[in-house]
């Protein structure tokens, strides 16, 4: 409608500049002299119908590629349980928009617990990238620290501040980041020696347990001599008594279904060392998730039961557990986790290396 109207403005703007020039060449002296407010009127026209027609088809255009990029995301998953999963991958925890706020909630709460972004000495680095960045808050975060860096984002789709801006609406990323589709168990799509810093966070519910020296060497190719290489992974909450234990009894059986072993977490920083990363710091942080973790174990417990309500659709459908006794169980770990007396954390565990120059 606002296109047709616009045209109908450019048509109106073309017949009064007609209009006017026949009223200054050929009309009487008095047309001659209405000619000029003719003239501006025809202008005026013409310039708001044009204005008109370039905004809607700039909408239409915007509609389309929204439109376009929903068909493309609805093809690449699948609903379990009433949650979006993408298909052909084995990551368990759903693709849609209540995952990425929890994903960006955690982010700001494990920055809170580790004191910072991260812990590799990383200085004056040109280039950096971030494997497996879901939102891409970490890669948007880093990227002013180290304003003439490129950063680079990189997962199998894009995060929603991308998909926005891809789609015309605004623009909320640091000049110096950039997003890049790719999958690390295909192969990362760099040439060898890159980046000076590449960071990986959380992917152990992602990659299966054979292919994790794939994807270290992956990080370590595309790495330059003397930049390093960062892990962050998580194993399974411990401490958390009875409840939580068969939570994670039913999550270690969904992805043993997928050929995942969270342990894999804790072993990264060897994987580093047996491909040849020198300067390997390994460390292990213990997380409070729960009550008498202050603040930061409150917050914990926030996500992880957000994360528990998260992976129980594909756990029913896999026929670990039924709706009746997950709320059960879920119940039972969230008091345990609301009691200052239950010590539950989550062990993480925080790996980097340098490739020798």
């Not at 500049?17 to 026949?22: D, E, R």
């Not at 890669?139 to 990189?154: W, Y």
């Not at 690390?184 to 990986?200: E, G, K, Q």
Request: glycine share 10%.
């Amino acid at each position: 409608m606002r296109q047709g109207f616009g045209l109908g403005l450019v048509a109106l703007g073309i017949l009064l500049g007609v209009a006017s020039l026949l009223a200054y060449t050929v009309g009487t002296v008095a047309l001659r002299q209405d000619a000029p407010y003719f003239g501006v009127v025809a202008v005026l026209a013409l310039a708001s119908g044009a204005t008109l027609w370039v905004i809607n088809r700039q909408q239409v255009k915007s509609s389309q590629l929204s439109s376009g990029e929903n068909g493309r995301i609805a093809a690449m998953t699948r609903t379990v349980g009433g949650r979006t999963h993408a298909r052909g991958i084995p990551y368990v925890l759903p693709r849609d928009l209540e995952e990425m706020n929890r994903l960006d909630f955690q982010h700001y709460v494990l920055r809170q617990a580790f004191k910072g972004n991260f812990v590799a000495p990383v200085e004056n680095p040109a280039a950096i990238l971030d494997v497996g960045t879901g939102t891409g808050r970490w890669a948007r975060e880093v990227a002013p620290l180290f304003p003439k860096a490129n950063v680079i984002g990189l997962d199998i789709n894009p995060p929603p501040v991308d998909q926005k801006a891809e789609a015309g609406g605004e623009e909320q990323r640091p000049p110096n980041y950039a997003f890049v589709p790719g999958n690390v168990l295909d192969r990362l799509p760099f040439a060898d020696s890159t980046f000076d810093f590449v960071h990986m966070r959380l992917l152990v519910l992602a990659l299966p347990h054979d292919r994790w020296p794939f994807v270290v060497n992956e990080l370590i190719r595309v790495t330059r001599p003397g930049g390093w290489v960062e892990s962050v992974e998580v194993v399974e909450d411990q401490q958390g008594g009875p409840a939580v234990d068969r939570i994670m009894g039913w999550v270690a059986a969904m992805l043993q279904r997928r050929n995942i072993d969270i342990a894999d977490g804790s072993r990264v920083g060897g994987l580093m060392q047996a491909q040849g990363l020198v300067n390997v710091s390994i460390r292990r942080v213990d997380v409070p998730i729960g009550a008498h973790g202050g603040r930061v174990g409150r917050l914990m417990a926030a996500d992880i039961l957000n994360g528990m309500q998260a992976l129980r659709g594909p756990m029913e459908a896999l026929g670990l557990t039924t709706s009746a006794e997950f709320d059960r169980v879920y119940a039972e770990a969230q008091r345990a986790m609301e009691s200052p007396r239950v010590r539950c954390v989550a062990p993480f565990y925080i790996a980097y290396g340098q490739r020798p120059g």
